[in-house]
């Protein structure tokens, strides 16, 4: 035998036995940067879809590896841990805009409160303008309190809730100014 093809057997050998090594520490960063991701919880809540898909690669590459199949096995993992980082950046991004959102809409429910009271008052003045302002006011100070509660929300951090208290204040608002701007209709048809 010529030292060449003991060279190319010998390199052959080589390779197959280094493919016959599960990618140990490849798999052991994937299985690590997804518990970092369902850990986050910008990325659990603003990323869902990323994050399963994240955990679905790394099963993938837990079956490929439990077939022998570690090269499969290893570009699973990869692409675990890019799902799983793109999860947690995505989430980051989830929260400021959520937060931003969600410091809008609180911060413009205060002028809204004032205006609603203020057309509340006027219509109360006003000569032959019936509705029930008891009922009325009684509404306004439940949206003052849903406008307080959002606000409390988005202090601790919680801006869904905030958004969902914030359009809630706004929906009432809107039933009081609409309920006020009928009755001023009501009132002008009759006169």
């Known amino acids: 035998m010529k030292i060449s093809n003991i060279v190319f057997i ?14 140990t520490e490849k ?21 869902p879809g990323v994050l399963v898909r994240a955990r679905t690669a790394l099963s993938s590459m837990k079956s490929e ?28 991004t989830g929260a400021v805009r959520a937060k931003e959102e969600a410091t809008n809409l609180v911060n413009s429910l205060t002028s809204s409160l004032a205006d609603t009271e203020n057309a509340l008052n006027s219509a109360r003045q006003a000569n032959g303008i019936r509705a029930d302002f ?10 003052r309190q849903g406008s307080n509660e959002a606000r409390q929300s988005l202090q601790a951090n919680n801006y869904q809730d905030a958004v969902s208290k914030g359009q809630n204040v706004r929906s009432l608002l809107a039933g009081i100014n609409s309920g006020i701007t009928e009755a001023a209709l009501d009132s002008s048809r009759k006169q």
């Open 134 to 143: 008891d009922a009325l006011s009684l509404e306004l100070e439940t949206a």
């Open 65 to 92: 590896a439990d077939i022998k199949r570690y090269d499969s096995a290893k570009n699973y993992a990869a692409e675990a841990i890019s799902l799983a980082e793109k999860a947690i950046a995505d989430g980051k």
């Open 27 to 47: 798999m052991n960063e994937a299985q690590d940067a997804v518990t970092r991701a369902e850990n986050d919880a910008d990325a659990v809540t603003y990323a």
């Open 10 to 23: 010998f390199i052959l050998v080589f390779s197959l036995a280094a493919c016959a090594k599960p990618p």
